[in-house]
């Protein structure tokens, strides 16, 4: 019981890279982000990635879809042949119905939970003198 307590008070792991590009600059890279080498990890890291992707993309479509639906009650055909076999009503009338304030608000989290970083990290460069090099 107390290894668990003390594993989930602890804080991250952070990992340290050194990179030196030329002689003469060494970059430094401390980062809590676990860096995915196997390869169920690396595919859990890009398909993890590509539904960010699409929840942002889908929260954008929303609030484009409303405001076109509040501007002009037409919506274009490119979002029409986005949207596919919903071309029933069923997800333009739930659209109509949602206030700007509700789908605004909701759109703004999912957008910042899309595009937020799991982890932190922090970055330092610097140059050393050219006779290093030599």
Known sequence: MRDLLQRLTAPPAQHLRVLQPTCATVSYTVSTRTLPK???ARLAHYIGIILRTVTGLSAAILLLLKWRLDESEKVPSVL???LGPIKDMQLLHVVETWQW???VSSALVVMFLALRRGYTGSFLHS???LSACF
Do not use: K
Request: glycine share 0%.
């Open 38 to 40: 196997t390869l169920p």
């Open 80 to 82: 029409m042949r986005l």
């Open 101 to 103: 304030t509700y789908l």
């Open 127 to 129: 140059s050393l003198s």
